[in-house]
């Protein structure tokens, strides 16, 4: 990488009071226990993929979709990268680089779409500029993948190393927002705080440790894979008493809903691919019995996630014969599903 495209991309957000605060929505979060080290590739069972953002100042969208990825991983037990593209182009500012706000909505509201339907690669090469604010590209086969990927909510976290650590044990990660120069340690696995800031860059970490009595947050960059130790790098503590970590976003597991605070009365069958009002309450009491998955808020869309759901639902009630309901998919929530639905839900 060419030193003077480093950080390209990370934009400082206007302080809004609206935003909701780790420090009050993780009060329940234990502190983390730093004798024993985090590592999201170890949770995860492989490595997460080493994006490269080329020459475009992507680097918001870069570390929401790793985020992303790592989260979708860890519902389905599956992997499916996530497109950079699908988050940058709706969030980009001339000439380049985005804020973390814009970008968290952009994955708490809409999802992020698989690399696979929308891809971050121009000609399969890191992409230019251009390549990445194309907003067009966004398909509605794209919006419609990113939905079934939805998140709950964001927040910010304390620029402080120990509330880092604890939300990234608790939330899978942060996105980081760091300030650097050009010192000659970027492309190390160690970087060290610049004396002069000369750029900011947006990154996803998912790594906690103490190495020789020094705390360490470790981050993924969007440099490529020879950066740091395989595409990943550390920070020391100092970076962080030091001021260099100007902002800390991460995503927020929302509490389910209790069954005595939710109530439906369900009346229409419903199938794969409809969308709407009934499909949302589906997915809320099948949340609330807890087949629907935690990490994906209700997006009113009967996809392939409420597919499987309602699959387990029926399954775990054993509402027909097994093999029946297996060879179904759970693509039906028939007069069967609604009625036990309503034992549940609507009394």
Request: one cysteine or more; proline letters at 4%.
């Amino acid at each position: 990488m060419n030193p003077e495209q480093f950080g390209k991309g990370a934009i400082v957000d206007r302080v809004d009071l609206r935003d909701h605060q780790w420090s009050e929505v993780g009060f329940g979060a234990a502190p983390f226990d730093w004798t024993k080290p985090y590592d999201i590739e170890t949770l995860l069972g492989r490595k997460l993929p080493i994006k490269n953002q080329g020459a475009a100042g992507s680097c918001g969208g870069q570390a929401w979709s790793s985020y992303a990825s790592a989260l979708e991983a860890l519902d389905d037990k599956t992997f499916e990268e996530r497109s950079a593209k699908f988050i940058y182009a709706q969030t980009c500012v001339q000439p380049a680089g985005s804020y973390g706000r814009d970008n968290a909505e952009v994955f708490v509201k809409q999802g992020v779409a698989r690399e696979a339907v929308l891809t971050s690669y121009e000609n399969g090469l890191p992409p230019s500029e251009a390549f990445m604010q194309r907003s067009q590209d966004i398909t509605t086969e794209s919006r419609i993948d990113a939905a079934l990927d939805k998140a709950f909510s964001y927040a910010n976290v304390n620029c402080d190393i120990n509330s880092v650590a604890q939300a990234i044990e608790a939330n899978k990660g942060v996105i980081l927002g760091v300030c650097g120069s050009n010192n000659g340690t970027w492309l190390n696995a160690n970087p060290q705080p610049p004396t002069t800031v000369e750029w900011r860059h947006w990154v996803y970490a998912g790594k906690v440790r103490m190495l020789n009595g020094v705390k360490q947050i470790g981050f993924v960059n969007s440099w490529g894979d020879t950066v740091g130790e395989s595409g990943w790098q550390w920070l020391n503590e100092d970076y962080f008493t030091s001021g260099n970590i100007f902002q800390v976003w991460t995503h927020v597991f929302n509490s389910t809903p209790s069954p005595a605070v939710f109530k439906h009365n369900f009346t229409k069958s419903m199938k794969y691919g409809e969308n709407g009002a009934e499909v949302l309450a589906l997915q809320t009491a099948l949340q609330v019995d807890g087949t629907f998955t935690k990490l994906v808020a209700p997006t009113g869309f009967y996809g392939n996630i409420t597919a499987k759901a309602v699959l387990d639902f029926q399954l775990k009630y054993a509402l027909a014969e097994k093999n029946y309901l297996i060879s179904l998919g759970g693509k039906n929530a028939g007069p069967l599903t609604l009625a036990k639905l309503n034992s549940l839900f609507n009394k």
